[in-house]
């Protein structure tokens, strides 16, 4: 069965902290791989990776693909209290399935 | 500038009546695609369309319907609705299966 699995589920730190997130995943033909950041609305695109050891880098987010070992990680330096979100993952392969997120809390 | 919009944005109805919820995009994407998201659940796939008349079925399909007559709209019908259907529905679309995926604003259905 095809399946995302990302953990944790969720996740309380201080301001300032270093995080990583983990996304597994298990499906045929895959194509890529895709963090979005949810908060009040909508979930808004992130990052989108297709190729394994390539890191992806946006101001202090950064991620990662392992298509060896079928994971991906989402590492925030330095969290502020608006990185306070979910943090979906999702693979595309035929279709595209999510996982069910990270609920992040920054406390100030 | 291109965009995604979804409605109504809030819609409460009653069990058995049929609802339809919009989408319409004007990037001029190809595939557009239909989603629920539950507490514990995370968002689900409903149904998803690569072009004008294709249409496929996500792993929550039953009790909804959609179709894909022109390239900017993809609408989701529920057909008799039920309390299960209360949720928030998002609707999505990207260039191509290489590309993200552009979320609408989300409507929030109750079902009573």
């Known amino acids: 069965e095809d399946k995302v699995v990302q953990s944790p589920l969720s996740l309380v730190v201080h301001e300032g902290d270093t995080v990583t997130l983990n996304c597994s995943y298990e499906v045929t033909n895959f194509r890529s791989l895709l963090w979005y950041k949810q908060e009040k609305k909508a979930p808004t695109f992130l990052f989108m990776l297709?190729?394994?050891?390539i890191e992806k880098k946006s101001g202090r987010l950064s991620s990662i693909l392992d298509k060896k070992e079928l994971f991906s990680i989402l590492n925030i330096t330095a969290t502020q209290t608006g990185d306070s979100a979910v943090y979906l993952c999702?693979?595309?392969?035929?279709?595209?399935?999510f996982g069910k997120g990270t609920r992040l809390h920054i406390l100030p | 500038d291109a965009e995604i919009t979804q409605s109504p944005r809030h819609k409460i109805t009653e069990t058995g009546r049929q609802v339809t919820l919009a989408c319409h995009q004007t990037w001029n994407h190809n595939n557009m695609f239909w989603y629920r998201q539950d507490l514990g659940h995370g968002l689900r796939l409903i149904h998803y369309s690569y072009g004008v008349h294709d249409t496929n079925k996500g792993e929550v399909s039953d009790g909804y319907s959609v179709s894909r007559s022109n390239t900017e709209d993809l609408p989701l019908t529920l057909e008799s609705a039920a309390s299960s259907q209360t949720s928030v529905y998002f609707c999505?679309?990207?260039?191509?299966?290489?590309?993200?995926?552009?979320f609408g604003d989300g409507t929030r259905l109750s079902i009573l």
């Open positions: 999702a693979v595309y392969f035929d279709k595209i399935i």
């Open positions: 297709t190729s394994s050891g």
């Open positions: 999505a679309s990207s260039r191509d299966s290489n590309q993200p995926q552009h």
